[in-house]
């Protein structure tokens, strides 16, 4: 600072800090959301092969480098959105939102749309361009839910958001690999061992390796030496590598749309479940301390299932599950840019037959487990202490669909289901299988509703519960929540119940207006 005689003292504006492209922790958000992608692409694959009985030449080369294209769309514009808002918060510690195909609708566009087509008519193509139609109907809705998103955003306590978002994490994203994990716990847990201390503490891994490469190293090579892997099965994968570029599937997707009407009925809520899990994640960044634009981050969620759908792709991107945890990992504006331009390459390359023989899959699943415990986690740090109970109830829901899949994925492998057995039947078996397929239909719409309700009677906000309520009853009567299916009076029991709870609201928000208005003082003549 300078002053000459008579003047006013100055201060300089400090610089802005520069901005970098790439910083140490970006490596490690990279190799571990690398690391989470490639799992999901690994399973859709062998889904679509497995399951569906898709041609593997189809698969690897129309199908994922469709998906390849669905990762640069939505990672270079997230990354677009996280460097300019760094820019105008004149800030370096922003972390763009993770991005890839979404896991929950990897199975339901599996096994409720394609395999029953496939199993209908033996034809494994008509059931891949009944996923192609599905997922190009959900990328509508989602950009629909791009305009009222927000409204919905502004007027839902974070309990329910944040709550609901945990069950997803609990259930749907740390189940699975947990239960994967202990198939080879030999291998798994030391890698969770690493992953833990490079995530969870403050030191640092020998060399300062990043500590999603360490844990993948470290797993790959106790399964190989173990005898868990199998070269023969690397050199057979080997042949498969060729290069593929995208290419339009638009009669594909017209004969998928000529018979929409039967996909409208899972379209619809699992549309709005895309951007309510959108909404839910861009709240969870806020609470990590980036607020991002919902409208921007839906709109390329919606256009990268519209184009992935027209160029053979069924599987529908999402926002991932995750930002607080890149961020905790160090990573920045790149990580997420990175791991979608790499995973993109090995889709257009047809890579992932090799890699799935190379990687042993205990070695991998560790990371999504850690996600998932990082958002259950963050759910309860961020809101108040009195709305954990909004939390827990919020993740309810979720639990409930969690539980009715496994039980319906038992039943159809006995080769039998719950309507043939009969609710007596299961009820003797000691399940309440009724209830708990209700409790957990559109879960995440369901979590969102009873957190609010929750939360706002926690607050004594009484009028805006039962607003919640009567939304609830509205939802539930048309089957968008608590119900098997979209109809008019599908659940009419379930919308009386939340009927009921509003009215009941109503009486204590008039009882304690009344209560708290002053009484009038007579004016003496």
């Known amino acids: 600072m300078t002053q000459t005689a008579g003047s006013t003292p100055t201060t300089q504006t400090p610089p802005p800090p520069t901005l970098s492209w790439w910083v140490s922790g970006d490596t490690n958000a990279f190799f571990g959301l690398g690391f989470n992608t490639l799992v999901n692409v ?60 979404s896991v929950p609708h990897m199975f339901i566009v599996t096994f409720v749309i394609m395999l029953p087509v496939y199993l209908a008519t033996r034809d494994p193509l008509t059931a891949w361009a009944a996923g192609l139609a599905w997922c190009f109907i959900i990328g509508i809705i989602v950009l629909i839910g791009a305009f009222i998103g927000p409204f919905i955003r502004r007027y839902t306590p974070q ?17 699975r690999p947990a239960a994967q994990m202990w198939e080879a716990l030999w291998i798994a847990l030391p890698v969770m061992v690493i992953i833990l201390i490079g995530f969870f503490t403050d030191l640092k891994l020998p060399g300062n390796i990043p500590v999603g490469l360490a844990a993948l190293l470290l797993g790959t090579a106790i399964g190989w030496i173990g005898g868990y892997m199998s070269a023969p099965d690397v050199v057979a994968a080997a042949q498969n590598v060729a ?15 000529a018979d929409v009407a039967p996909l409208l009925a899972t ?9 309510t899990e959108g909404m839910t994640n861009v709240e969870s960044a806020a609470a990590a301390g980036d607020s991002y634009n919902l409208r921007n981050v839906l709109l390329a969620d919606g256009t990268g299932a519209i184009v992935g759908a027209a160029l053979g792709c069924p599987f529908p991107p999402a926002v991932y599950i995750g930002h607080p945890g890149w961020k905790a990992a160090g ?7 990175a791991s979608g331009m790499v995973i993109a390459l090995f889709c257009f390359l047809g890579m992932f037959s090799l890699l799935g023989a190379l990687l042993p899959l205990p070695a991998i699943v560790p990371i999504l487990l850690y996600i998932g415990l990082l958002i259950g986690a963050q759910a309860f740090q961020v809101v108040p202490k009195a709305h954990a109970v909004a939390v827990v109830i919020a993740i309810l829901p979720n639990i409930a669909a969690w539980a009715t899949g496994l039980m319906d994925n038992a ?15 299961l009820t003797s078996a000691g399940l309440v299988y009724h209830g708990t397929a209700l409790f957990g239909g559109g879960a995440i719409l369901a979590g969102m509703v009873l957190g609010a309700i929750v939360a706002f009677i926690v607050d004594k906000k009484f009028l805006p519960a039962a607003i919640y309520c009567l939304l609830g009853a509205a939802l539930g009567f048309v089957g968008l929540i608590h119900a098997p299916q979209v109809g008019w009076n599908v659940g009419g029991q379930v919308a009386l119940g939340y009927a009921l709870s509003a009215v009941t609201l109503l009486a204590f928000w008039l009882a304690t207006r009344a209560r708290s208005q002053p009484a009038e003082v007579p004016v003496s003549g």
Do not use: H
């Open 42 to 101: 690994l399973v859709l694959t062998g889904l679509c092969v497995g399951v569906v009985r898709i041609p593997g030449a189809e698969v690897f080369g129309v199908l994922l480098p469709a998906l390849g294209v669905q990762l640069l769309i939505g990672n270079v514009y997230y990354t677009y959105l996280a460097r300019r808002l760094a820019r105008r918060e004149n800030r370096v510690d922003v972390c763009a939102m993770p991005y890839g195909p």
């Open 243 to 257: 290069i593929s570029l995208p290419t339009l599937n638009f009669e594909r997707l017209g004969a998928g749309l």
């Open 159 to 175: 309990a329910a958001m944040l709550g609901t978002l945990a069950g997803i994490s609990i259930a749907f994203i740390s189940m």
């Open 411 to 425: 039943l159809a492998a006995a080769g039998t289901s719950a309507a043939k057995l009969g609710e007596d039947t």
């Open 267 to 275: 379209a619809i809520p699992l549309g709005i479940y895309n951007f």
């Open 331 to 337: 990573g920045r504006t790149s990580y997420s840019l």
